[in-house]
C-alpha cells in the first residue's frame, strides 16, 4: 500500500481516542457552591442528607380532612382553620373537623385524606361539603415517598445538569465536591492572521480558530487563556516553556505537519514532552498531535496539537479535546455516537472522514443530510449543520446506509 495513509505510525480515530482515555490521570477534586457547579462533574457519591418530601405535605390547593369512616359524596366537615406552605401549626383534627391548605404545606396531626378545592362547596365560614366520594390518603406526599435519608442521589461521575442541580438543590445540597476543571492555554500559531481588510493585499486571511475555541470553551462554562504567536522556533520554545508549567492543558492550532514552519512537534519533544500518537488516519485532522509532560512536582500537562485548517480545529474540537477534557474530570467514556440513515450516497475516501451534516426526524427515524463545502479550509456550511458524521475508510456508502455521528 502507498500514499499518505500507509505513513508509519498512523492510527484509527478510534485507536486515538482510547489512547487519550486510557492515559489521562483525571484531575483533583475541589469543593464549590452547588450555583457555581454547572457542566461539572462529581468527583464522590452524594447520599442524601434528608427524607424528601421532609414532611407528609398536600399535593393540591384544597381541605385537610378527618373521617373515621368513608367519605360519601355530600359529606359535610367542620371548618376549623387553614394552612399555608411554609406553615407549622401544629394543629390537629378532630374526625368530623377540616383545615383549608394549599400545596406543600404540612399535614396536620389527625389527617385521612385531603380534598381538592375543585370538589368542595363551602357552606358557610365554619362548614364545607364534599361534592365525590374521597379514597382515604388522596392527595397526600408522604414524608421520604422521593427520597430516603441515607439513599445514593448521585454517582461520582455524575455530570452537574440544570436538572441535576435542580435535583440536589431540592435535597437540600449546598456544596459539593467535584473534579478540577483544567487550566487550558490555547496557542494560535501562524503569521497570516489579518487583523483588518488591508491586510488581504498582502496574503493574509482572518482568524477562525480562536474565536471558535474562545466559543466552543464559554459553552462548556470554562475560561481559556489565547496566545498568539508567530512561526518562529525560537518564539514558541519560550512559550512552550513558560505554559508547561502552569498549565494542565497546551491546545495549539497549526504547526504540527512536516512543514518548513511547522514547529510543534519538534518544540515540544525538545521540551521534554513525550509523544503519545501523531497522525490519524481521518479527514480533516490528519496531522494531529497528542503528548505528555511530566512535572518535577508529579503533575502532567497535556499538549494537543490539531492542525491549523478551520475545519480540523472544529472537527478535533467537538471529539478529541472534549474526550480529553472529559477525561482530566474523571470521565473515561468515548464520545456517544448516534445511528442514522444517510440522505444520499457518499463516495470512498482512503482515510476516515468526519463531515459536517444536517439530522432531522421523518416519521420517527433519524436522517443524515450531506452538505455541501466540505474543504478543511471552509466553515460556511456549520450555519446548518448539526452533527457530524463518520464516513468509514475505503467504502462507497449508498443512501439508506446506517451511519455514526455526534451532536454538536
Known sequence: MSGCCAETGMMSVDQALAMIVNRVHALASESIPLQQALNRYLAVDIHSEIDLPLFNQSAVDGYALCSNQPILENSKFELIGEIRAGQDQNLQLENGQALRIFTGAKIPEGTTT???????????????????????????????EELSRGQLLANQGQHLSVGAIAALAMAGVQQVKVYQFPKVAVVITGDEVAKTLDD??????????????????EQQQQN?????????????????????????????T?????????????VALAQGFQ????????????????AEYQRASGDTCYLLGLPGN??????????????????????TQLPNWFNATL???IKSDSRERFLRMFAHFEQGQLWVENLSKQQSHM?????????LVRIPENQVLSAGSTVQGLFL
Not at 310 to 331: D, R
Not at 379 to 387: F, G, K, Q, R, V
Request: glycine fraction near 6%; aromatic fraction near 10%.
Open 310 to 331: 478551520p475545519a480540523a480545529v472544529f472537527v478535533g474540537m467537538q471529539i478529541y479535546t472534549a474526550t480529553l477534557l472529559n477525561a482530566l474530570q474523571g470521565q
Open 379 to 387: 466553515l460556511s456550511n456549520l450555519m446548518h449543520a448539526n452533527c
Open 275 to 290: 509523544q503519545i500518537f501523531w497522525k490519524v488516519k481521518q479527514k480533516p485532522g490528519k496531522p494531529m498531535l497528542f
Open 224 to 252: 481559556v487563556n489565547i496566545y498568539h504567536v508567530e512561526d518562529t522556533e525560537l518564539t514558541l520554545q519560550q512559550l512552550i516553556q513558560q505554559l508547561k508549567q502552569e498549565y494542565d492543558v497546551i491546545l495549539t
Open 343 to 345: 440522505k444520499q450516497s
Open 200 to 217: 488581504f493585499s498582502a496574503g493574509k486571511i482572518f482568524d477562525a480558530n480562536a474565536p471558535l475555541i474562545q466559543a466552543w470553551f
Open 254 to 266: 497549526g504547526g504540527v505537519s512536516v512543514g518548513d514552519y511547522d514547529f510543534v512537534r519538534p
Open 114 to 144: 385531603v380534598a381538592r378545592q375543585e370538589i368542595v362547596t363551602p357552606l358557610s365560614p365554619d362548614q364545607i361539603q364534599i361534592n365525590v366520594a374521597l379514597e382515604i390518603h388522596a392527595d397526600i406526599r408522604d414524608v421520604g
